[in-house]
Nanobody
Framework: QVRLVESGGGSVQPGGSLRLSCQAS????????MGWYRQAPGKQRDLVAT???????DYADSVKGRFTISRDNARNMVYLQMNSLNPEDTAVYYC???????????????WGQGTQVTVSS
């Protein structure tokens, strides 16, 4: 019922920037919480940043001051601007949303397929 497609990943040198995008589509009445998570090889999936429907944000300590999450409610999109990237940021980045469907049901923890971010010199 809900499809998430991430884009914007790639390879960048340390100190560089990338902007990730996630498009939500399907039977969506409204999107409540939107967030970005990441998973490095051999590690658990960790929270990077979240943004509520009224655009309150929260960040992992490791990305504060470097990453910025934003959303476009009219387009059902969430973005992650990543600056001052370092090799420790290398991971697959996943978008996650919680939505209210057009039928009035809550769907929590809807995940995208992920996009790879690689930071290396």
């Amino acid at each position: 019922q809900v499809r998430l497609v991430e884009s914007g990943g790639g390879s960048v040198q340390p100190g560089g920037s990338l902007r990730l995008s996630c498009q939500a589509s399907g039977s969506i009445r409204s999107i409540q919480l939107m967030g970005w998570y990441r998973q490095a090889p051999g590690k658990q999936r960790d929270l990077v940043a979240t943004i509520t429907s009224d655009k309150r944000t929260d960040y992992a300590d490791s990305v504060k001051g470097r990453f910025t999450i934003s959303r476009d409610n009219a387009r059902n999109m969430v973005y992650l601007q990543m600056n001052s990237l370092n090799p420790e940021d290398t991971a697959v980045y996943y978008c996650k949303v919680s939505v209210v469907t057009t039928s009035g049901y809550w769907l929590n923890d809807q995940w995208g397929q992920g996009t790879q971010v690689t930071v290396s010199s």
